[in-house]
T-cell receptor
Framework: NAGVMQNPRHLVRRRGQEARLRCSPM?????VYWYRQLPEEGLKFMVY????????ESGMPKERFSAEFPKEGPSILRIQQVVRGDSAAYFC???????????FGSGTQLSVL | GQQVMQIPQYQHVQEGEDFTTYCNSS?????IQWYKQRPGGHPVFLIQ?????EVKKQKRLTFQFGEAKKNSSLHITATQTTDVGTYFC???????????FGAGTTVTVRA
């Protein structure tokens, strides 16, 4: 059973470009969470999704950020018109039963030049 | 909103010594979870505590959930170099869908 797969591992974007981060949850997991981590800081909740539904997006900026988890395919975190402050590690986690025992992917390190 | 706080932020330990890291929530938690993140790695689930006053052990690690279900602790005995990393506690509130993480305790070990 493959773990949570995130790609790309590293993403470099120039200011103003779009960043797309992908996350394939573990097989059988329908709950997906996105977290953001800055160096030497904790994990900041961004969004919680179930298949085709956004359950809680209270941690995600309303502008430029969006997330989806379609019926088929991976969950996508999209950041439009990136700025330097968006540089961070973005982790995806999945679980079979909501907020219990999250399984994390290896993360995507986004660098904005 | 709910806040989860951890102390200390950094823990420098001599190999073989014991130490404890503490986690406090501003609200009552339905459960408390602990994760470990190695340098350059991703968080890995260690354990979940659900009952008031619960104590669980994993080899040299002892986890405790407070009676009021608002605080928790992780005690590591005879620290080894493999214990290096950042330990996060995390908890949901009973009606909350998201897991709020503390800022973590980063552990370094002197051989």
């Amino acid at each position: 059973n493959a773990g949570v797969m995130q790609n790309p591992r590293h993403l470099v974007r120039r200011r103003g470009q779009e960043a797309r981060l992908r996350c394939s949850p573990m097989k059988g997991h329908s709950h997906v969470y996105w977290y953001r981590q800055l160096p030497e800081e904790g994990l900041k909740f961004m969004v919680y999704l179930q298949k085709e539904n956004i359950i809680d997006e209270s941690g995600m900026p309303k502008e430029r950020f969006s997330a989806e988890f379609p019926k088929e395919g991976p969950s996508i975190l999209r950041i439009q018109q990136v700025v330097r402050g968006d540089s961070a590690a973005y982790f995806c986690a999945s679980s079979p039963r909501g907020v219990e025992k999250l399984f994390f992917g290896s993360g995507t390190q986004l660098s904005v030049l | 909103g709910q806040q989860v706080m951890q102390i200390p932020q950094y823990q420098h330990v001599q190999e073989g010594e014991d130490f404890t890291t503490y986690c406090n929530s501003s609200t009552t938690l339905s459960n408390i979870q602990w994760y470990k993140q190695r340098p350059g790695g991703h968080p890995v689930f260690l354990i979940q505590l659900v009952k008031s006053g619960e104590v669980k052990k994993q080899k040299r690690l002892t986890f405790q959930f407070g009676e009021a279900k608002k605080n928790s602790s992780l005690h590591i005995t005879a620290t080894q170099t493999t214990d290096v990393g950042t330990y996060f506690c995390a908890g949901p509130t009973p009606n909350d869908y998201k897991l709020s993480f503390g800022a973590g305790t980063t552990v370094t070990v002197r051989a």
